[in-house]
């Protein structure tokens, strides 16, 4: 069975410019996560959606991140003028309910 | 806010040691403690979890939970090399299904 898959692997970004991050999570998961890993710590929940509504963004700078899942399978995750700030690894996850996550290998962004 | 809190940062052992990392956790609460390694470049994976007060043990993999004192442990027996990674500890609330992480333990394995 393939797991979560996620693209790209990288980017490299000048600041104010925006990128898209894409996530395909594992067959018939309902639950998808995204998670920002800066360098040294451990991740941090950025939103989840439980099918294709949003449980919990309280944590996503809204201001400048939005993430979508339209029909309840993959997302995207979207930074729309990005700080050097954002600079992490971007790590989606998937999981049946509540149970166990699985995670991506993750996109890593580097913001100059 | 919960945190999760580990120690020690980083952790050296001979290979065929005992691997021992801690964590403690701030909320009371929480409904299960999950323990996850993450090699560099990789995701994190689910490695053992817990509900209960007590311990678990799965293959080279025990883990205790104390709830009274908030504190989790992980003990890898005989450690090999290829264990060498990072370890996260994350805690899961009841009502929620967020993972609140720490910021790992960096294992090194000595041939």
């Known amino acids: 069975e393939a797991g979560v898959t996620q693209s790209p692997r990288y980017a490299v970004l000048q600041e104010g410019q925006a990128v898209s991050f894409w996530c395909d999570p594992i067959?018939?998961?309902?639950?998808l996560y995204w998670y920002q890993q800066p360098r040294d710590q451990g991740p941090q929940l950025l939103v989840y959606f439980r099918d294709e509504a949003v449980i919990d963004n309280s944590q996503l700078p809204s201001d400048r991140f939005s993430a979508v899942r339209p029909k309840g399978t993959n997302s995207t995750l979207k930074i729309q003028s990005a700080k050097q700030g954002d600079t992490a690894t971007y790590l989606c996850a998937s999981s049946l309910a509540g149970y166990e996550q699985y995670f991506g290998p993750g996109t890593r962004l580097t913001v100059l | 806010q919960e945190k999760v809190q580990q120690s020690p940062e980083s952790l050296i052992v001979p290979e065929g040691a005992m691997s021992s990392l801690n964590c403690t956790f701030s909320n009371s609460a929480s409904q299960s403690i999950w323990w996850y390694q993450q090699h560099p470049g990789k995701g994190p994976e689910a490695l053992i979890?817990?509900?209960?007060?007590g311990n678990k043990k799965e293959g080279r993999l025990t883990v205790y939970l104390n709830r009274a004192s908030l504190h989790v442990s992980l003990h890898i027996r005989d450690s090999q090399p290829s264990d060498s990674a990072v370890y996260l500890c994350a805690s899961r609330s009841s009502g929620s299904w967020q993972l609140i992480f720490g910021s790992g333990t960096q294992l090194t394995v000595m041939p």
């Open positions: 979890s817990i509900f209960s007060n």
């Open positions: 067959s018939g998961h309902d639950t």
